[in-house]
């Protein structure tokens, strides 16, 4: 059956993560080759897939023989598969285990545009998007997270609330609306 196949090849697969995390930013094919550290060639043999699958936009542009390729976010099936990408940094990266030790019997829930696959990287770091986590159930807590900044190429927002009572009825929806991480949510 071909669900137990892989459908991408493991340069294909990175190509992808690349442009979920680089999304929103036209990247040339020796700026992926680099970022990758493999062959210009490689590269290029591996977009065809990805581009043929719609995951991916390659522009040529004029007369130069400069191809750009970004992240295709019109695509409802690259966002949702960018989505489920996003949610495999997050326990990657290890800082969902850090804040399922640091609150225990807390609701700790992803949200906002990283949690939709809607979250675009800007070359200012003032233009990115961030990633929003909501963590109900306790004060306010100091705890390092600085370095996943730099690891996820996001800033990371944490947003804590002693209970669903606290919380405006606009901002509640938008957690609702994300990704639970821990815990339950009890109305």
């Not at 130069?64 to 990266?93: G, H, P, T």
């Not at 992803?110 to 306790?138: H, T, W």
Request: proline share 1%; hydrophobic share 40%; charged share 30%.
């Amino acid at each position: 059956m071909d669900m137990y196949q892989v459908k991408w090849t493991r340069l294909q697969s990175e190509i992808f993560r690349l442009f979920c995390i680089k999304s929103g930013v036209g990247l040339n094919i020796r700026e992926i080759a680099r970022a990758l550290k493999v062959t210009p060639t490689a590269v290029s043999k591996s977009l065809r897939v990805l581009e043929k699958q719609h995951i991916i936009r390659v522009k040529k542009h004029g007369k130069l023989n400069l191809v750009m390729v970004e992240f295709n976010r019109d695509y409802a099936r690259a966002i949702q598969l960018k989505r489920a990408e996003n949610l495999k940094l997050i326990y990657e990266s290890g800082i969902f285990d850090i804040l399922y030790n640091e609150f225990p019997g807390c609701t700790v829930i992803l949200f906002g545009s990283y949690s939709r696959g809607e979250d675009v990287y800007a070359e200012k770091e003032e233009n990115r998007s961030d990633i929003d986590i909501a963590i109900i159930g306790v004060k306010t807590k100091d705890i390092g997270i600085a370095r996943f900044d730099k690891l996820l190429e996001r800033a990371i927002s944490l947003n804590f609330f002693e209970s669903w009572d606290k919380i405006h009825k606009n901002l509640k929806d938008s957690i609702l609306n994300g990704i639970v991480l821990s815990g339950g949510v009890d109305l």
